[in-house]
Antibody
Framework: QVQLVQSGAEVKKPGASVKVSCKAS????????IHWVRQAPGQGLEYLGI????????SYAQKFQDRVTMTRDTSTSTVYMELTTLRSEDTAVYYC????????????WGQGTLVTVSS | EIVLTQSPDFQSVTPKEKVTITCRASQSIGSSLHWYQQKADQSPKLLIK???QSFSGVPSRFSGSGSGTDFTLTINGLEAEDAATYYC?????????FGQGTKVEIK
């Protein structure tokens, strides 16, 4: 069955970076796009960007353009999302989600990774 | 970016009642509007894709309609397990965006 398994919770200090992983299984890794979405405590869903695991191409939301990098490792079917220069407002659960094309719905989601930014 | 506005923000409903949630887009998005259900401490789950198509395994009491800028999610005969927050999502334009969510509580 399709699974997206994310790395564990992280606690970071302001100004640090965090790298969250999302390991895919149960389907052909390079045939689906991966999006990243975050959710601050008690808040709604916020879109970060997309990566094409086939060629590695990415597109980021303008708000995160200068702080986020998405990469992939096809040998392990894993996608990574790195966010730099963390601030307290980046405290959130970060989700990866699968989609068949760039403009299609997210049919499977990871379990989420809580990133806490605190001094 | 395209702004999605849901209404209401909160709804308290008796079991078996009908629930209607609306989502309005700031510009036309055709039918590229999808609905998700998020229960407490869980990841969102896809319910309805492309405004009106049910995702695999979703109970038939969930249905969607609309196109252009105005969309509706309907739950016919609410069940206790439907207590959750519901989000609309547009995939037509990057950055993709979500509505603010509608929390449905069971009375």
């Amino acid at each position: 069955q399709v699974q997206l398994v994310q790395s564990g919770a992280e606690v970071k200090k302001p100004g640090a970076s965090v790298k969250v992983s999302c390991k895919a299984s149960g389907y052909t890794f390079t045939t689906y796009f991966i999006h990243w979405v975050r959710q601050a405590p008690g808040q709604g869903l916020e879109y970060l960007g997309i990566i094409n695991p086939s060629g590695g191409g990415t597109s980021y939301a303008q708000k995160f353009q200068d702080r986020v990098t998405m990469t992939r490792d096809t040998s392990t079917s894993t996608v990574y999302m790195e966010l730099t220069t963390l601030r307290s407002e980046d405290t959130a659960v970060y989700y990866c989600a699968r989609a068949s094309e760039t403009a299609t719905p997210f049919d499977y989601w990871g379990q989420g990774t809580l990133v806490t930014v605190s001094s | 970016e395209i702004v999605l506005t849901q209404s209401p923000d909160f709804q308290s409903v008796t079991p078996k009642e009908k629930v209607t949630i609306t989502c309005r887009a700031s510009q036309s998005i055709g039918s590229s509007l999808h609905w998700y259900q998020q229960k407490a401490d869980q990841s969102p789950k896809l319910l309805i894709k492309y405004a009106s198509q049910s995702f695999s395994g979703v109970p038939s009491r969930f249905s969607g309609s609309g196109s252009g800028t105005d969309f509706t999610l309907t739950i016919n005969g609410l069940e206790a397990e439907d207590a959750a927050t519901y989000y609309c999502h547009q995939s037509t334009t990057l950055p993709q965006t979500f509505g603010q969510g509608t929390k449905v509580e069971i009375k």
